[in-house]
C-alpha cells in the first residue's frame, strides 16, 4: 500500500516530527567528495580499455569488480557477503529451418511463410504443437471489470486466437478497464500466460483491426530474421520455459484464410466492445500446426550493491536506496572521422556511477551513523531496458515495503557548471520539495526539462512499486549514445556538486521518520 503523508509534515521543522538525528549533513563526510575522486572514477570507467561497457560483457564485469573493490574500501558493507546481485542474460535467437506454422481449413492445408505471415514472440515456448483453433477474444480474464473470454469455452489442447489491447480500447472514459490508459489486461506476456493457466497449446495473436489498418506480422526482432544474424546478441534475463507456449503474431493473410476477411474480425471485436461481452468459439474444421524452436545461450551481468547499516533501533530496518547504471551501449559499427567507435559513456553513465561511489564514501567517513540505513546500487543493463533495476524491485534483497525512498543519478557531468534537472518531482512531491531546498546551497540552479523522461532511468521501476523515486541529470546532449562521450567532456566540478547534493538530501532523509508521497502518473 502507497503510504499518504501530507506534504507540509515533510516541510515542518523537528519541533513537530521525530527528528532522531541531526539532519545536517556532517561535513567530514561532505569533504571527501571532491572533483579529483569523482574524476578518477569517471576515467576508468570511461577508458578505451572499457570498451563501452554493455551488459552483459567482460569489460562490463571488470566495471562492476572494479565498483565493489572501491565501495569495500571506503568501508561500505557487502550483503550476506557479497556486493553482486547476479542477473542471468540469455542471448536467444531463432533456428529458422526448424520453424513452422499450417493451417487446416476444411480439410485443406496452407503453410505459411516465417517473418512475412508469422512471427514468434520473445516469451514463446520452444517446442512443436498440433490442435484446433479456438477464436478467444482479447484473451482476457478479468473477475474485477466481470469479463471472461475464456468463460464457457473449453481451450485444453487447442490452439487460440487472441487479439491484442483490450475492450473499447478508444474509449476516453470507460466504465471498464481504463479506456485508452492500458491495463495490465493489455500486456502481452499476460495473454500467453493466461491461455497457457488455461490450458491452450499455443497462442495466435493479431493486431486488433478496429482501430488498425496494418495487421502484420511483426511479433519479435529476431537477430535471424531481421539482421541476417550479423547484428549484436540481443539480451534478456532468462526466464523458465516452464509453462511457456508457442506464441507467435500473425498477419492478415492468416486472418483472411481464417475468416474470409480481416473484416469479418473487425465485426467480431466490434461487437464485444459494444457489448462487453466474450464471443469466443471453436473455428470450424481449422487446427493449427505450429513449431518453434529457439536456441538460447546464458551470459551472467549483475548490480553493484553495498549498504551502511542503520544505528536507530527502530528505523535500521527501513532503507533509502542511492542508485545509478553502470553500463553503456559498447562499440559503435561506424567509427567517427577520427576512427573512433568506442562509444565510452562518461557521462552516461560513468558520471552518475561516480557521483554514487563519492556519496558511499562520504556517507562511510562522515564519523556518524545514520538513522535509516543506505543501500548504494549500481545497477546493469539499464541501456537495455532498465533491467538491472527492474530486476532489483522483483528480486529485492531488502522488503521494498521497508524502502523509503530512491534518488537516482543519469548523465550529471555535462552542460555547463551549475544547471541541474530534477526528473520525476511532478510525481514525487514530498521527495522533490527536499531536493529543491537544498540545491541552491550547493551551488546549482535547478532547470526545468521540456520532455518527460520519467519512465526512462532506473527510479521508475521503484516508483511503480510505490516507492517515491526520483532522478538528478545535468541533460542532454549531442554526444548522447555517441563516440564523443568521452572523459574530457566531463565538468568534474558539476558531478561534484551533484554528488553534494544528493548526501546532503540522503542524510537528511536518513534521520528522520518521514515518508513521501507519490502521485500516480
Not at 495473436?205 to 496494418?214: F, K
Not at 556519496?359 to 543493463?381: D, Q
Request: glycine residues 8%; contains cysteine; aromatic residues 10%.
Amino acid at each position: 500500500m502507497k503510504r499518504i503523508f501530507s506534504l507540509l509534515l515533510l516541510l515542518l521543522p523537528c519541533l513537530f516530527v521525530n527528528c532522531l538525528h541531526s539532519q545536517e549533513a556532517p561535513s567530514k563526510g561532505l569533504q571527501q567528495i571532491s572533483e579529483p575522486l569523482v574524476k578518477e572514477f569517471i576515467g576508468f570507467l570511461a577508458s578505451d580499455e572499457m570498451r563501452g561497457r554493455p551488459a552483459p560483457s567482460a569489460e562490463a564485469d571488470r566495471s562492476a569488480e572494479y565498483i565493489a573493490m572501491k565501495l569495500k574500501d571506503f568501508g561500505i558493507k557487502p550483503i550476506d557477503g557479497s556486493y553482486f546481485q547476479p542477473i542471468p542474460f540469455c542471448a536467444a535467437d531463432l533456428n529458422i529451418e526448424n520453424c513452422r506454422f499450417v493451417l487446416t481449413k476444411s480439410g485443406t492445408n496452407r503453410e505459411f511463410a516465417l517473418k512475412e505471415n508469422f512471427t514468434p514472440l520473445f516469451n514463446t515456448g520452444n517446442n512443436r504443437v498440433r490442435g484446433e483453433l479456438v477464436f478467444a477474444g482479447y484473451g482476457i480474464t478479468a473477475p474485477e471489470y466481470n469479463y471472461d473470454d475464456y468463460k464457457d469455452i473449453e481451450v485444453s489442447g487447442k490452439i487460440v486466437l487472441v487479439m491484442k489491447q483490450e475492450p473499447r480500447k478508444s474509449d476516453t472514459i470507460s466504465t471498464v478497464f481504463n479506456g485508452k490508459k492500458d491495463t495490465e489486461y493489455s500486456d502481452i506476456t499476460y495473454k500467453i500466460r493466461n491461455a497457457a493457466e488455461h490450458g491452450a497449446a499455443g497462442l495466435l495473436l493479431v493486431t486488433d483491426p478496429l482501430h488498425n489498418v496494418a495487421i502484420t506480422a511483426q511479433g519479435y526482432l529476431w537477430n535471424s530474421l531481421y539482421m541476417k544474424g550479423g547484428a549484436n546478441p540481443v539480451y534478456n534475463v532468462c526466464e523458465e520455459e516452464d509453462g511457456n507456449i508457442p506464441a507467435v503474431q500473425v498477419n492478415r493473410d492468416v486472418i483472411n484464410e481464417i475468416f474470409g476477411s480481416v473484416d469479418s474480425l473487425r465485426t467480431l471485436q466490434r461487437n464485444i466492445d459494444e457489448n462487453l461481452h466474450p464471443a469466443s468459439f471453436v473455428v470450424p474444421e481449422a487446427w493449427v500446426d505450429i513449431a518453434i524452436s529457439v536456441d538460447k545461450k546464458e551470459f551472467p551481468s549483475g548490480n553493484v550493491i553495498g549498504w551502511l547499516k542503520g544505528s536507530d533501533p527502530q528505523l535500521k530496518d527501513e532503507f533509502i536506496i542511492i542508485g545509478a547504471h553502470y553500463d553503456h551501449i559498447g562499440i559503435s559499427p561506424k567509427p567517427n572521422h577520427l576512427n573512433d567507435s568506442i562509444m565510452n559513456g562518461a557521462d552516461d553513465n560513468a558520471s552518475g556511477t561516480a557521483a554514487v561511489m563519492a556519496v558511499a564514501k562520504a556517507f562511510a567517513a562522515s564519523g556518524k551513523k545514520p538513522a535509516r540505513s543506505v543501500l548504494f546500487m549500481l545497477f546493469t543493463a539499464e541501456e537495455r531496458g532498465l533491467i538491472g533495476s527492474d530486476y532489483y524491485t522483483k528480486n529485492p534483497l531488502f522488503p521494498l515495503e521497508k524502502t523509503v525512498a530512491m534518488i537516482n543519478m543519469d548523465m550529471v557531468g555535462r552542460n555547463g557548471n551549475d544547471t541541474a534537472y530534477v526528473i520525476g518531482q511532478q510525481y514525487n512531491p514530498g521527495l522533490a520539495a527536499l531536493i529543491n531546498a537544498a540545491i541552491p546551497e550547493t551551488g546549482l540552479k535547478k532547470e526545468e526539462m521540456a520532455m518527460d523522461l520519467y519512465r526512462s532511468s532506473d527510479y521508475y521501476p521503484f516508483y511503480k512499486k510505490g516507492i517515491s523515486a526520483i532522478g538528478l541529470t545535468s541533460g542532454l546532449h549531442s554526444d548522447y549514445h555517441g563516440v564523443g562521450d568521452n572523459p574530457d567532456k566531463i565538468n568534474h566540478l558539476k558531478v561534484q556538486k551533484i554528488a553534494q547534493l544528493v548526501y546532503k538530501v540522503a542524510w537528511q532523509i536518513a534521520n528522520t521518520n518521514n515518508y513521501y508521497t507519490i502521485i500516480e502518473q
